[in-house]
């Protein structure tokens, strides 16, 4: 797991007051996969806006951030008065 990511992911879950243990696994096709794993859920429901939209709307949404899209280009900007 890159250390990066990691840190993203523990960062942007504290925010909500995301509680919960860092989690990564990889498949027998070593594809990885990680979250934030709340009160021992199982794999499925392990907490992470790096790679499900949903939660990363939620997060968002939590923030107070501007979604700002351009249906033309298919560009989307986020934008925030808050800064972590």
């Known amino acids: 797991m890159d250390d990066n990511k990691k840190h993203m992911l ?4 504290k925010a909500p007051g995301i509680k919960g243990k860092f989690q990564s696994w990889s ?10 794993a709340p009160d021992g859920a199982p ?5 992470n806006p790096i790679s499900d939209d949903g939660t990363a709307f939620s997060l968002g949404v939590k923030l ?6 351009n ?4 560009e989307l900007r ?3 008065a808050y800064y972590l």
């Open 10 to 13: 523990l960062m942007s879950a």
């Open 27 to 36: 498949d027998s096709n070593d594809i990885e996969s990680c979250g934030i």
């Open 43 to 47: 794999g499925r429901d392990w907490w």
């Open 64 to 69: 107070e951030m501007d979604i700002v899209t």
């Open 71 to 74: 249906a033309k280009c298919g």
């Open 78 to 80: 986020w934008s925030s």
